[in-house]
């Protein structure tokens, strides 16, 4: 499968529920890379790269999150692959 990338904002109870701690432990159960982190105004935002299948189950897990999150709108902006990153970091 070719290398992808997408980065992702996601809405709703999003913080203070592990999210950032959840999707850094999926990632790189799935081996994928890049970061996450809060955003002042509320939301989540995870920027993926790796395997484009891999990529969409992380994608679709955004959409539920860990438990306790409550996720109203996952937006994907999908671009192309750059290899920067070497692992997958929680940025604060």
Not at 27 to 51: I, Y
Not at 64 to 69: N, V, Y
Request: hydrophobic letters at 40%; a positive charge; aromatic letters at 10%.
């Amino acid at each position: 499968m070719e290398n992808r990338r997408v980065k992702v904002i996601i809405s709703g109870l999003v913080q203070g529920v592990f999210f950032r701690a959840s999707t850094r432990e999926m990632a790189v159960s799935k081996g994928l890379t890049g970061w996450v982190r809060n955003m002042p105004d509320g939301h989540v935002e995870a920027l993926f790269e790796g395997p484009g299948d891999i990529i969409g189950e992380a994608v679709k897990w955004c959409r539920q999150g860990p438990a306790g999150a409550s996720v109203v709108n996952v937006q994907e902006n999908w671009g192309k692959y750059s290899g920067q990153f070497d692992r997958f970091d929680i940025r604060y």
